[in-house]
């Protein structure tokens, strides 16, 4: 069996050789949706809520909070389609466009031109730094203070556009993540994201997840009237869009995403080898690391993982790379996070000290050898180590899995 994968701007080609036929793991496709259209069908049916644009009265204030560089969310195309439906009841100087930027460095002007177009002009624009211009709106039911961006309080309505996927501990992005960690004062984020220790933190539970929990209660402090957020298919288009009562809307978005990116498997297999998807998810190894999260659902303990990611920018984020480099294990990396507890960053070097702990991974990329062992990895130039591996721990009849698109498909587990 061989396979063409995708990596970096091309491919590489993976022969299997003539052992037993591997699995195949792809996300089920989604129908290709004109984002005019799909808007226009969200709006005119909103989940939880009625007509949104009945929310607003002459003279209203309006904060729009939207994701900022770092997320595929084509707000470009989705603020002008809702500003379309409110600009009769609104004027545009009493709208203020927050870009939710969580703990990230600022988007730059031309990040911000990408993001926003000509409404740039038009909105007063804000890119949110969590250690300023924000206050307290309460305390969770965990004792979190709550903060928040000023504007926030300023405003008379609240919207949130943003993308549903998976998430690593939250369970899903979108929704209430824009409010927290995305307009959240540092101390709110950092007190948030320390609940990650909690075994039901964890990527795609929602229901009894006390992270997303305190995300949600946060959002309902702020009072987030109203979000319109996206699923994208596994090459950026819009598949679905729905708008709504934040919590309701939200369900309906996750349900789709389910339905398409969960797939199921029986039996965890000895050997998965799965590519990022090629340029952007594997443009660095901190992005690319999410295909490997995926992956690993689906390997048994033990197991060997071949992870394809060109990481043509290297590493990618400071905090992973300063959190490897000062263990000389993956056992002193969660002694790191046991001392100085949730930095956003280190979250992924914790996750890959756990993968590297019950399974051995090889990566295929761009980035020297030393590199990759000094992050608990081992180079890997072709599949051959790999299965060699592979077959020295299992016998020659070794349990493969393909993931061609690792970023989007996440595999869970069939119920005896």
């Known amino acids: 069996m061989s396979f063409d994968l995708a990596y970096g701007r091309g491919i590489v080609s993976i022969d299997l050789g003539n052992g037993p036929p591997a699995d195949v793991l792809e996300p089920r496709p989604m129908s290709q949706v004109p984002l005019e259209r799909a808007f226009d069908d969200a709006w005119s049916r909103p989940f939880g809520m009625g007509d949104p644009a009945d929310l607003f009265e002459c003279g209203d204030r309006l904060t729009i909070v939207v994701n900022d560089h770092t997320r595929p969310t084509p707000t470009r195309d989705i603020l002008p389609l809702l500003w379309e439906r409110i600009e009769g009841c609104i004027d545009s100087d009493d709208v203020t466009v927050l870009v939710a930027t969580g703990t990230h460095r600022a988007s730059t002007d031309?990040?911000?031109?990408?993001?926003?177009?000509?409404?740039?002009?038009?909105?007063?624009?804000?890119?949110?730094?969590?250690?300023?211009?924000?206050?307290?709106?309460?305390?969770?039911a965990r004792g979190t203070p709550i903060t928040v961006h000023r504007s926030i309080i300023d405003a008379d309505r609240v919207?949130?556009?943003?993308?549903?996927?998976?998430?690593?501990?939250?369970?899903?992005?979108?929704?209430?993540?824009?409010?927290?960690?995305?307009?959240?004062?540092?101390?709110?984020?950092?007190?948030?994201?320390?609940?990650?220790?909690?075994?039901?933190?964890?990527?795609?539970?929602?229901?009894g997840n006390p992270l997303n929990e305190e995300m949600v209660?946060?959002?309902?402090?702020?009072?987030?009237?109203?979000?319109?957020?996206?699923?994208?298919?596994?090459?950026?288009?819009?598949?679905?869009?729905?708008?709504?009562?934040?919590?309701?809307?939200?369900?309906?978005?996750?349900?789709?995403w389910d339905e398409h990116s969960q797939r199921p498997f029986d039996t965890p297999y000895d050997v998965v080898i799965a590519s990022a998807g090629g340029h952007p998810k594997d443009i660095n190894l901190y992005q690319a690391y999410k295909a490997q999260y995926n992956a690993m659902q689906a390997l048994r303990d033990g197991g060997v993982l071949f992870l394809i990611a060109a990481c043509e920018d290297g590493i990618g984020q400071s905090v992973f790379t300063d959190w490897i480099e000062r263990s000389d294990s993956p056992e002193d990396v969660l002694s790191l996070y046991e001392r100085e507890g949730f930095v956003l960053g280190g979250h992924k070097a914790v996750f890959l000290a756990q993968d590297v702990q019950r399974a051995t991974v090889f990566l295929r990329s761009g980035l020297g050898d030393a590199t990759v062992r000094r992050f608990f990895m081992e180079p890997a130039p072709d599949v051959g180590t790999v299965l060699d591996t592979a077959r020295s721990r299992f016998g020659s009849d070794v349990r493969i899995l393909v993931i061609p698109h690792a970023c989007d498909t996440f595999p869970v587990r069939r119920e005896a």
């Open 159 to 207: 919207a949130s556009i943003g993308r549903i996927g998976m998430h690593y501990y939250a369970g899903y992005s979108g929704g209430r993540k824009n409010i927290l960690p995305g307009i959240a004062g540092r101390g709110t984020i950092e007190s948030n994201h320390a609940l990650m220790s909690d075994e039901r933190s964890t990527a795609c539970v929602y229901e």
């Open 110 to 140: 031309d990040e911000l031109e990408g993001l926003l177009g000509d409404l740039r002009r038009r909105f007063r624009v804000i890119v949110h730094d969590c250690d300023r211009d924000v206050v307290e709106i309460g305390v969770s």
């Open 217 to 256: 209660e946060a959002a309902r402090m702020a009072g987030l009237d109203f979000i319109v957020d996206v699923v994208l298919d596994g090459d950026g288009r819009v598949a679905k869009v729905v708008v709504g009562e934040p919590e309701a809307a939200h369900a309906v978005g996750r349900a789709f």
